[in-house]
Nanobody
Framework: QVQLVESGGGLVQPGGSLRLSCAGS????????MGWYRQAPGNKRELVATITSDGRTNYAVSVQGRFTISRDNAKNTVYLQMNSLKPEDTAVYYC?????????WGQGTQVTVSS
């Protein structure tokens, strides 16, 4: 059974940093196109960042220059380093693994940016 487990969320002040982790089990994440998404209350789920199996990255305009997605294949984990956080970054953050045949979501981790 494939599982994605996010961790690392929490409460942080504006300007602060957090690192989210997405740990995979039951499959090898290195073969998947990985993404981080977020959903704020009342909003649709939106794409934050993606990383291909060969390490190419892409970011939403709203997070470019502040967020970094990376993967550690040895640990079967994908990360999202979030710096210079803003109140509008507050959301539940979800990890996604996608291939031509399948797709999986984690349960989400709450990020709250507030003073």
């Amino acid at each position: 059974q494939v599982q994605l487990v996010e961790s690392g969320g929490g409460l942080v002040q504006p300007g602060g940093s957090l690192r989210l982790s997405c740990a995979g089990s039951g499959t090898i994440l290195s073969i998947y196109f990985m993404g981080w998404y977020r959903q704020a209350p009342g909003n649709k789920r939106e794409l934050v960042a993606t990383i291909t199996s060969d390490g190419r990255t892409n970011y939403a305009v709203s997070v470019q220059g502040r967020f970094t997605i990376s993967r550690d294949n040895a640990k079967n984990t994908v990360y999202l380093q979030m710096n210079s956080l803003k109140p509008e970054d507050t959301a539940v953050y979800y990890c996604n693994a996608a291939s031509l045949k399948s797709g999986y979501w984690g349960q989400g981790t709450q990020v709250t940016v507030s003073s």
